[in-house]
Structures are given as structure tokens and as C-alpha cells.
């Protein structure tokens, strides 16, 4: 059971999960669940996005503030935000205050609502086919693959910004794209969704196909 740890419960997770009670509730409750909503998908996005250069502990910390900061993260509601929403946003000490990211999630929500099916069936297009089975250990987990490329790619085509291979295949394994639990964690593997299961529209099949987090 390489890259494993057994808490305290008894219970084998994922190594990077044994460091923080937050990481403990977020690997078991929420990380490589799948997420279909556009929404939901912009948080994440959004998250990876200003967790560049930080731990994931300092976001998840913040991320009850972001979400109040951010509207719930609504598409629509962030998409209006202008140039008094940046200042307050800058000086709003609960988030992580950078400009660039700040502004990069504005501009984001503004092409995710341009999208015409949505930002959900845009991202899930570009889910990998499901591995034969889990990761061993850690250092088998890729940080990019050529689905997060092209996710990428496209993302930036339709205006996103902070959206690298890397932070794609970041939002891929928290939103539940592919399942990075490693083969022995207890998490159980998500069940397939119905064919075009996905809020906001229907996704295209994806492309055939270092560690993210923490």
C-alpha cells in the first residue's frame, strides 16, 4: 500500500490527506468526487487558479471566505463584478488578495458564461476513459496529461486565464474526471455517470489518453 497512511480511525488514505484535519475531510468527502454543475466546476477552477504558488491547506482554509467573496461563485454574478468589486476584493484580508488572479477570475467567469453549453459540458468533454485500476503510489500520479492539455488549450481559446495543463489536471482530479485515490485508500471509486449526465450540457468524448496535490 505504497503512498498510503492509516489514521487514526483505522482507515488507509492517500498520504498527502494525514497532515490537517481539513485534508482528512476534503480527500474522504469531496476530492475526485465527480462535479457537474457549472458552478461548482468555476469554484474549482477558480481555486486551483489562486492556489498556484501556495499550499492547498492555506485555500481550503480560506475557502468559506472565497465563497463569500466570490458570490458562492456564481458564473453570473461574478461575471458582473467591475472595478469596485477589484478594490474590495484586494482589500478583503480573509482571501489570498492577488490582482492578477482576482481580475483572472472575473475575466474567467465572464467566457464561462459565454460558453453556449456551459462550462460543465466543456470541461467533461474532456474526461479521460476511467484507468483499468488504481495508482499504486504517489509518484505514479502525473501532474498533466494530454486531456489537461487540451483543457487547457481550449480554456485559454475561450478566454481563461490561469488555466495551465497543470491547474487543468488539478480541477480533472478534484472535480472528479479521473480518480487519483491510490489503489488500497477507502475512498471508493465514484460510479460512472449516465451518458450526457452533465448540468449546463452535453459534453463531447474525451481524448484517449508529479503530483498535484497537496
Not at 492517500?14 to 468527502?29: F, Q, R
Amino acid at each position: 500500500m505504497g503512498g498510503l497512511l492509516i489514521g487514526v480511525d483505522g482507515k488507509a488514505r492517500c498520504s498527502w490527506a494525514g497532515s490537517a484535519p481539513e485534508y482528512v475531510a476534503y480527500h474522504d468527502e469531496e476530492w475526485g468526487q465527480p462535479v457537474r454543475d457549472d458552478d461548482g466546476l468555476f469554484e474549482r477552477i477558480t481555486l486551483e487558479a489562486f492556489q498556484s504558488g501556495l499550499s492547498w491547506i492555506t485555500i481550503l482554509r480560506k475557502r468559506e471566505a472565497f465563497r463569500d467573496a466570490f458570490a458562492g461563485f456564481s458564473i453570473e454574478a461574478v461575471a458582473r463584478f467591475g472595478d469596485r468589486d477589484v478594490a474590495r476584493l484586494l482589500a478583503d484580508e480573509r482571501i489570498v488578495r492577488n490582482r492578477a488572479k482576482i481580475e483572472a477570475a472575473i475575466v474567467n467567469a465572464r467566457a464561462a458564461a459565454a460558453l453556449p453549453d456551459g462550462l460543465a459540458a466543456l470541461v467533461w468533454s474532456f474526461a479521460p476513459p476511467p484507468r483499468p485500476r488504481r495508482l499504486s503510489a504517489e509518484d505514479e500520479v502525473p501532474a498533466y496529461t494530454p486531456e489537461s492539455v487540451a483543457l487547457a488549450r481550449e480554456l485559454k481559446r475561450c478566454g481563461f486565464r490561469f488555466v495551465g495543463p497543470t491547474t487543468a489536471y488539478a480541477t480533472m482530479q478534484a472535480a472528479g474526471l479521473v480518480d487519483d485515490h491510490l489503489d488500497g485508500c477507502h475512498v471508493p471509486a465514484p460510479r460512472p455517470a449516465p451518458t450526457g449526465a452533465v448540468a449546463g450540457g452535453t459534453g463531447r468524448p474525451g481524448a484517449a489518453s508529479g503530483r498535484r496535490r497537496p
